[in-house]
């Protein structure tokens, strides 16, 4: 089999790992270009890419396929598959007609719900209970295709956005493998339109902690949000992020105690009071600092009981 992988973010990596120990002919790589980021707006190659070129892919990275010289590139190569795994680029119709048997996506939710580019961080940021794999036939509207075949797989009391990524990266692998050698055969089935949700980007106005909500919603948006882009309050004057975080147990109601107000600190973290129940700080992290746990952190920087954050 002949295939053609596009794919930009680090969750690509451990699936194309598990491609390349099989036959299938990885033909070539596309990502997104090298991007700018960092304080310094240095210029930065995405994961996929750099992987990809270390270990001796052949890698392209068109800023779109607008050009038809672009679709003609690929047009040439006569790939049996197109798999495409957090790319980042919508791909036209001549695009999705190009390989002989069918451009494929792998999208990390168990569609219809959460279409779109933030599938994970807004599944757990929901509360949800499950999330998943669904490996879809492309079409040229975002994420609706047909689905082939859906992986669920159970959000942990304390899964992160990255551990819960991770996860899920691991699993693509062995996944999508097993459906390649039946892809010949498979029949896709349509989506149900009306159980459509979508997980836009997360946007910075949405990263900041408002303590007066309840203690779940604010722990579901720290593991939501962690390891990246991070949610995040004033303390001190400073802008710290909350990485890691734990329910109170046995504090469900609202208190006559300020939402933000500080009530213990201790070995396992730092307790504050939320608009229902409370919440445990147990990692975070100061501007340009690395994540530090509770206990680390405060050897360096002053919390108080009765402290409003």
Same mark, same amino acid.
């Given at each position: ?14 699936? &194309?790992?598990?491609?390349? $120990? ?7 790589? =596309? ?22 070129? %270390? ?17 003609? /590139?690929l047009r040439v190569m006569q790939p ?10 919508? @791909? ?37 209970? =499950? ?16 689905? =082939?075949?859906?992986? $669920? ?12 990524? /991770? ?30 949700? =979508? ?10 902690? /408002? ?35 734990? @329910? ?31 919440? @445990? ?10 994540? @530090?746990?509770?206990? %680390? ?11 409003? &954050?």
């Amino acid at each position: 089999m002949k295939l053609i992988f596009m794919g930009s973010s680090s969750f690509c990596i451990p699936i &194309l790992k598990a491609l390349l $120990k099989t036959n299938i002919d990885i033909m070539r790589v =596309y990502t997104q270009p090298p991007k700018f980021a960092g304080r310094g707006k240095k210029l930065f190659e995405v994961p996929v890419s750099s992987f990809a070129k %270390d270990i001796g892919l052949e890698v392209c990275q068109p800023e779109s396929f607008l050009l038809p010289s672009e679709v003609e /590139n690929l047009r040439v190569m006569q790939p049996d598959i197109i798999l495409v795994v957090a790319y980042g680029l919508l @791909l036209p119709k001549k695009v999705l007609e190009v390989p002989k048997l069918a451009a494929i996506n792998l999208h990390a939710s168990i569609l219809p719900k959460w279409r779109g580019a933030a599938p994970i961080q807004r599944s757990i940021i929901a509360g949800d209970k =499950y999330s998943g794999l669904s490996i879809m036939k492309m079409e040229e509207q975002l994420d609706s295709g047909p689905i =082939y075949e859906v992986l $669920k797989e159970k959000i942990l009391h304390n899964d992160t956005y990255s551990s819960l990524s /991770n996860r899920l990266s691991e699993l693509g692998g062995e996944f999508l493998i097993n459906f390649l050698k039946t892809v010949e055969i498979s029949s896709p089935r349509a989506q149900n339109v009306t159980g459509a949700t =979508y997980a836009g980007k997360i946007l910075k106005c949405e990263t900041k902690i /408002n303590w007066h909500e309840p203690a779940q919603k604010i722990d579901c948006k720290i593991r939501g949000l962690s390891e990246r882009p991070g949610a995040w309050t004033n303390i001190n004057g400073e802008r710290i992020k909350i990485l890691s975080s734990a @329910l109170v147990e046995g504090i469900k109601k609202r208190e006559a105690i300020s939402p933000g107000t500080v009530t213990h600190i201790g070995d396992a973290g730092i307790e504050v009071v939320c608009g229902t129940g409370r919440i @445990l700080i147990e990692r975070l992290q100061r501007p340009g600092k690395i994540p @530090l746990h509770s206990s %680390d952190f405060l050897r360096g920087f002053r919390i108080h009981p009765n402290q409003i &954050l």
